[in-house]
């Protein structure tokens, strides 16, 4: 599947929006949804969660959809978390020695 483009990962994201406000009364932001792969990860995790808790098969398959068409962007965030070395940054830690 070729990447798609900005202006089609929004379209894509505002479908999304609606249904979820449609359906699930949920606010998102359709161009963050669009533009950033974290925040895109966690609407995806919430929309399969919720998908999965209503049997909304529509529901899931724009999170499969959204989830594809970040991927790009996922990847690309990734490797620019990358240490020079090559290996991905270390786990933060709580002051208190916490994990």
């Known amino acids: 599947m070729p990447s798609m483009s900005e202006s089609e990962r929004i379209a894509l994201a505002a479908r999304l929006h609606v249904a979820l406000r449609r359906k699930h009364g949920r606010v998102t932001d359709t161009e963050w949804m669009a533009t950033n ?3 895109a990860a966690e609407i995806v995790r919430m929309t399969r969660a919720h998908a999965a808790d209503t049997k909304d ?3 899931y398959q724009l999170a499969m959809r959204l989830e594809q068409a ?3 962007l ?3 965030a ?3 978390a990358r240490r020079p070395d090559g290996n ?3 786990p933060l830690r709580h002051a208190d020695g916490l994990s």
Do not use: G, H, K, V
């Open 37 to 39: 792969a974290e925040y």
């Open 57 to 59: 098969e529509e529901l």
């Open 70 to 72: 970040m991927e790009p």
């Open 74 to 76: 996922a990847r690309a």
């Open 78 to 80: 990734r490797l620019a």
């Open 88 to 90: 991905p940054p270390a």
